[in-house]
């Protein structure tokens, strides 16, 4: 999945001191690209007053199950934890090593349409499902090109995040079968 | 017989707005909640509240039976829908009426001849309010569908006859696109509504989407409340409103508030409500505007029958409150206010702040909101339905709060928003905050010259990086700077906000504490 548009390289932070009492705090910290140690000050639990080159952003940071979120002078900006992958369907079925490939909801919705039958082959980018939620479809498409392995959800299913509802697999290894 | 003890029949923002006005006129609110909204701020701003079901919505929120138990049980008199839900729902108005509650809003048979488009279009055009033309097919098939478009000519709309808020609706630039959007809105209309009946109507080349306020009593008085301009839209969901229209001629202004009292007058309408038109500029076709000759086309679209989502702009520019004037009088009480009242002072401009992924195809967005913070200040006005701490859920509408803000001029009130979206702070779930930002500094949103086309022409652009911000490395160094500050301070930090305490190993009563090198990656 491409990154945010609003989210660009984070930079490496290294703390170098940091020191800190019962209600307050602030540290020196050395960032990749900056010549000179920065400053931090701890506003509230969540705001710090960072001063680069003389310059004072006011900065509200959170820490979510899967990015670190900050707000930096009316810009936002979500950066999502390394080890961690979006539980979309193309990174499920990136995930999904070899030949096969499960796509998943990723939202409480309805399928609207079930635009594949099993066997059918698929190419990159085609769509297998249409789900509605909110006033809105949303078509799930398939990662490569695949043949349809199964499908597990019929028209008008109300469907919960992560459940399966089309298997995948790679057309090669369906065409040749197990290889010695 | 005033309201004593209100139920809301809805959440979010909306009832949040609603159990607000309850308290200024020291009405009892009771909010209905599903079992993932117990905590929420609609239920909690309110005296009362009543959990009547499961998350899904047609077994809590759409739920007519729930709601008329609630109501029964705290002993309320009366029920206000809120919008979207069951707010445009006959059976609902009539079951609230059986069970002998006020209904806010308008007569079950008004509600359902107008929910009917095929019906009020019929209405209008016996009322002489201009419509756009268009028919609707004794034979449904197919090719009953595909003679009627070949008769009306293309570009044309296929809508779902029982539609609403875009379902069920398909544009169409020419006969080999029929048959496919044919299917596509039968089959939502169908999974919306329960009812594949269509329409086939003529597409206005790059119309506005205004629309008039209404309120009558039941005395049959009708006043207007001016007019919104609802034309930023994206695929017919509204992303910013403003009131007054910009650019609208004294006559073209009274031509339009004319035929939304007469369409009002027509309808037999109660209470609140708004008629929606479409505006086609007769400049925008090439022809010389200032013969006279050319009037702009003015074509009724539909009447929503309740409390409108924008209905906070016209309240900014009239000074009036919609709520209390809807609560007087489903109460019994005549109009508040003669015609003459109701003075348009400065501009407001209303921005829709939704939870969705405006670049990854505008899927809705869900997640606990880690941090919601509000701008405050002289002309803005937040309606939330949403706090620090709430889980957004997809099971709903992704509305989570409107900015409105108000000034003298037009241009004020427009950077009067921007200041305030700056000042908004969302972590936790995506939103689309910075589009609508973009928006608002779009040349032609400050020239005032859009229509109902603008987003969707201009999405590209407006998405992009504006005036090339991201190359800007400040922000991003002094966030980077501030997380590997609050990982050292908060060691044991979870994401939902608790502590770990056998993490928690600094003395935090200890003055001075210098720490080895620690590099966040």
């Known amino acids: 999945m491409a990154a945010d548009m609003t989210t660009p390289r984070r930079p490496a932070a290294t703390v170098q001191t940091l020191t800190r009492n019962a209600d307050a705090a602030s540290g020196q910290i050395q960032i990749d690209g900056v010549d000179s140690p920065v400053d931090v000050r701890r506003l509230d639990r969540d705001s710090y007053e960072v001063t680069i080159d003389g310059h004072p952003f006011e900065v509200i940071v959170a820490t979510g199950p899967d990015a670190d979120w900050g707000w930096v002078h009316g810009r936002t900006f979500r950066w999502p934890h390394v080890t961690q992958r979006e539980g979309t369907a193309e990174a499920l079925a990136e995930d999904a090593t070899g030949a096969a490939a499960d796509i998943a909801s990723t939202m409480p919705a309805t399928v609207s349409q079930l635009a594949v039958t099993v066997g059918q082959r698929v190419s990159r980018g085609d769509t297998l499902v249409m789900l509605e939620a ?3 479809e949303i078509p799930l498409r398939a990662p490569r090109d695949a043949h349809v392995a199964a499908i597990h959800c019929a028209e008008g299913d109300t469907v919960e995040p992560g459940v399966i509802l089309v298997e995948l697999a790679d057309v090669d290894t369906s065409a040749e079968g197990p290889d010695g | 017989m005033s309201i004593r003890r209100l139920l809301i029949a809805n959440r979010g923002e909306i009832a949040v707005r609603i159990i607000r006005a309850c308290r200024e006129l020291e009405i009892e609110s009771v909010a209905v909640c599903s079992t993932i909204d117990a905590r929420t701020p609609h239920a909690r701003a309110a005296d009362r509240c009543v959990t009547i079901g499961p998350p899904r919505p047609v077994d809590s929120y759409l739920s007519i039976g729930a709601i008329i138990d609630a109501a029964r049980q705290t002993g309320a008199d009366a029920v206000h829908p809120g919008y979207g839900f069951l707010s445009e729902n006959p059976e609902m108005a009539a079951a609230c009426v059986e069970a002998g509650l006020i209904w806010v809003g308008p007569p079950a048979d008004v509600i359902a001849r107008l929910g009917s488009k095929i019906e009020a279009r019929r209405l209008m055009v016996a009322a002489g309010v201009p419509v756009v033309p268009g028919d609707t097919p004794h034979d449904q098939s197919d090719a009953g569908l595909s003679d009627a478009a070949r008769r009306l000519g293309f570009p044309l709309l296929v809508k779902a006859s029982a ?8 544009a169409v630039g020419s006969a080999h696109e029929l048959a496919d959007a044919v299917h596509s809105a039968r089959r939502e209309a169908l999974a919306a509504f329960g009812d594949g009946t269509l329409y086939v109507e003529r597409l206005l080349r790059r119309p506005r989407h205004i629309e008039v306020q209404v309120i009558a009593d039941h005395e049959g008085r009708v006043i207007h409340l001016h007019e919104r301009e609802c034309s930023i839209q994206r695929r017919h969901q509204k992303v910013i409103e403003e009131s007054p229209a910009p650019h609208l001629s004294p006559a073209l202004r009274a031509r339009l508030t004319q ?6 007058q027509a309808a037999g309408y109660r209470n609140a409500g708004t008629v929606e038109f479409l505006v086609e500029d007769a400049s925008d076709r090439g022809a010389p505007g200032h013969d006279g000759g050319h009037e702009p086309v003015v074509a009724f679209l539909e009447m929503n029958t309740r409390l409108q989502v924008e209905h906070a702009i016209t309240e900014a ?3 009036r409150d919609l709520v209390h004037a809807q609560l007087a009088i489903a109460g019994g009480a005549p109009l508040p206010w003669t015609q003459e009242d109701i003075q348009v002072r400065g501009h407001a401009i209303e921005c829709r702040l939704y939870a969705e992924r405006p670049h990854e195809g505008f899927i809705p967005d869900a997640g ?3 941090r919601f913070q509000e701008p405050t200040g002289p002309g803005i006005r937040v309606d939330a339905g949403v706090a620090t701490g709430d889980t957004v859920s997809t099971h709903y509408d992704a ?3 409107k900015i409105v803000t108000h000034a003298d001029t037009r241009d ?5 928003a921007r200041a305030a979206l700056d000042r908004l702070v969302v972590l936790g779930v995506r939103t689309n905050a910075r589009l609508l930002s973009s928006i608002l500094s779009h040349p032609r949103m400050r020239a005032g010259h859009v229509d109902t086309a603008f ?6 652009a407006l998405l992009a990086d504006p005036a090339g911000a991201e190359d800007e490395p400040g922000p991003a160094l002094a966030l980077s700077a501030a997380l590997a500050v609050h990982r050292r301070l908060e060691p044991g930090l979870r994401p939902d906000g608790s502590i770990q305490t056998d993490a928690a190993v600094q003395d935090p009563q200890d003055p001075w504490t210098t720490l080895g090198a620690w590099r966040l990656t």
């Open chain 1, 134 to 136: 909110m006033k809105m």
């Open chain 2, 163 to 170: 539609g609403g808020g875009g379902r069920g609706m398909r």
């Open chain 2, 259 to 264: 035929a939304a009292v007469t369409a009002a």
């Open chain 2, 317 to 319: 520019v009239t000074g």
């Open chain 2, 368 to 370: 606990r909101l880690l």
């Open chain 2, 399 to 401: 509305l989570l709060a």
């Open chain 2, 412 to 416: 004020a009130a427009l950077a009067r």
């Open chain 2, 455 to 460: 987003l969707e022409s201009e999405i590209d």
